[in-house]
């Protein structure tokens, strides 16, 4: 009895048939060997941008955080200072 694909995986369990099973085998083995002589694996992700523009944007963004921090104890004073 062959199993079919459910959601392009196969079921390999004991109620496959032995040959099946062993082609089944077969093929994964002959894809792992092939994808390893490949210099394209599956995780082919996107340069990421140069490290000094990450560096740069980056320092505006911690530059950001320190003018609203100096911003709001300014205004936190003043307001504290108009209360007396």
């Known amino acids: 009895m062959v199993t079919e694909p459910i959601g392009g995986d196969y079921l ?3 109620r496959m048939d032995p040959m099946w099973t062993r082609a089944l085998y077969a093929e994964i083995a002959s894809q792992s ?3 390893a002589s490949k ?12 490290p000094g523009r990450e ?3 980056f320092s505006l963004f911690i530059l950001l955080i320190m003018a609203l ?16």
């Open 33 to 35: 060997s092939g994808a």
């Open 69 to 84: 921090e100096v911003w709001g104890s300014w205004k936190l004073i003043s307001w504290m200072i108009s209360l007396i």
């Open 39 to 50: 210099s394209d694996d599956y995780f082919d992700f996107p340069p990421t941008a140069h």
């Open 12 to 14: 390999a369990d004991e």
């Open 55 to 57: 560096l740069f944007t």
